[in-house]
């Protein structure tokens, strides 16, 4: 198998934020590779924009160190990346520097727009960009998370947004609809007849989605506190992979066919009962702190951990609910989506056990991929026992011949450029997904509360254990 670079046309990408966090951890690196791989024409440029008076050689000093760990020494081709980038400084809220970049900027190539700063700045960015002209009926916008607070600052935002640019020019990231596995995803139902027909509620028992992380909120836990796992995690990225999994097949796969059938599982799921969620917050462990020290909130009732269990009301998924757990300071970091399919209607062999049936496990991290649990014969004499074997597909093995595997951003930022909006949320879509998550969160305001406490390293609390025991189930391991 190798892998295809499609060359997108002549591009102006300006980054906001291109001096942050995100912009030196993922997006330099991503645009990097792209480059490396040849998909750039030959007239395309970058142009950084922070607040901070650089030079251009000292925002592209910065720009060589953040991706130090993404060439293999190559000046050449350091050198030839570096000159498609130059650097305005701009106050994204005031007046400063908004003349420079108009003077900088081409309206006769694509131009997107790439807001990796605050959302606070989304609104102000958006009108300058229209109101002095430097953005067209053409260009894009590309906004990062978190996409509002709650139902009421979403559609602030997207009104603001949507005051200066028409949806189909605007770019909501969730970077999980970037990644190799959940397009995958796609691919496996609607590109097999074979899972298809058995993907609903007569032969789905329940579906499992977690997200796993080992690392504390440490360092960013003032910042983590004011949302918490279910505005962090659930309501994007969990809801976004509830999503591709649970919806119907749309007619053609353009990006507001795909982006309706996910607006459509939202709008089937249920309120959640309180007896549904498990909530944690972790607690100190020898030399790590606690949850509430981290977040610098020895009151804090923010949850570092939540499982829940969530019913899509419709015909192809009553009765088949759907358990989401994502939490910070577990055993490993590990996300997958696992289908458990029911069990055979009639055991033919009394007496043996089944191991633990068909379970289809959708791995996005670590090594993205995908393993059918089988259950067979215990190979060898010794009469009928059975065992389970597993039909693995690791990616990585898969594409040895091909490039490396992309990063979510790459794939997404060259989306952008192309025009495709597939993998990236829709206004109505993220509201919707407000809508089911605010009344969840309120409920704990109201009542006040509290998360129970779990071990660094473990699963989770013990409510996350029994909301599985109740129903006869259990919680895949999270590791070994
Ligand atoms: P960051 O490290 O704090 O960087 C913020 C960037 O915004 C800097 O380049 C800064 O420029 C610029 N900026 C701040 N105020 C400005 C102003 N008034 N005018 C123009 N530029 C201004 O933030 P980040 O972590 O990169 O995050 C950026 C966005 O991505 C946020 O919305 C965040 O929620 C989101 N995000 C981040 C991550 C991540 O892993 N970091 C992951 C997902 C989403 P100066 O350096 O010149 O001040």
Known sequence: ????????????????????????????????????????????????????????????????????????????????????????????????GWDNLEAATRSDVIQAFYLSVAPKFFGAIARRLRDRGIATEESRIVVEKPFGHDLASARTLNAELRACFQEHQIYRIDHYLGKETVQNL?????????????????????????????????????????????????QNHLMQLLCLTAMEPPSKFTPNAVRNEKLKVIEALEAVESSDIARGQYRASG???????????????TESFIGLKVNVANWRWA???????????????????????????????PGLDVPQGNVLVIRLQPDEGMTLHTTIKDPGPGGMRLTEASLDMTFADSLKDAERPQDAY????????????????????????????DPIIADWTDRNLKPQQYDVGSSGPEDSLLLMHRDGRRWRPIGN
């Open 1 to 96: 198998m190798v892998s295809r670079v499609i060359p997108v046309n002549a591009f102006d990408l300006v980054l906001f934020g291109a001096t942050g966090d995100l912009a030196r951890r993922k997006i330099w690196p991503g645009l990097f590779h792209r480059f490396l791989a040849g998909q750039f024409a030959d007239d395309s440029r970058i142009i950084g924009v922070s607040r901070s008076d650089l030079s251009r050689a000292d925002f592209q000093a910065k720009v060589s160190a953040a991706i130090s760990s993404a060439h293999d020494g190559d000046k050449d081709k350091i050198s030839a990346f570096l000159d498609l980038i130059d650097y305005v400084s701009v106050d994204a809220a005031g007046d400063r």
């Open 186 to 234: 796609m691919a496996l139902r609607f590109a097999n007849s074979l899972f298809e027909p058995l993907w609903n509620a007569s032969h789905i028992d329940h579906v499992q989605i977690t997200v796993s992380e080992k690392l504390s909120v440490d360092g960013r836990g003032e910042y983590y506190d004011q949302s918490g796992a279910m505005r962090d995690m659930v």
């Open 287 to 301: 030399d790590q702190g606690s949850y509430r020290d981290h977040s610098g909130n020895d009151k804090s009732i």
């Open 319 to 349: 009765g088949t609910p759907f358990y989401l757990r994502t939490g910070k300071c577990l055993r490993e970091r590990l996300s997958e989506i696992a289908v458990y399919f029911r069990n055979p209607p009639h055991m033919i062999f």
């Open 410 to 437: 790459e794939r997404l930022i060259m989306d952008v450029i192309r025009g495709d909006q597939t993998l990236f949320m829709r206004g109505d879509e993220v509201e919707a997904a407000w809508a089911w998550a």
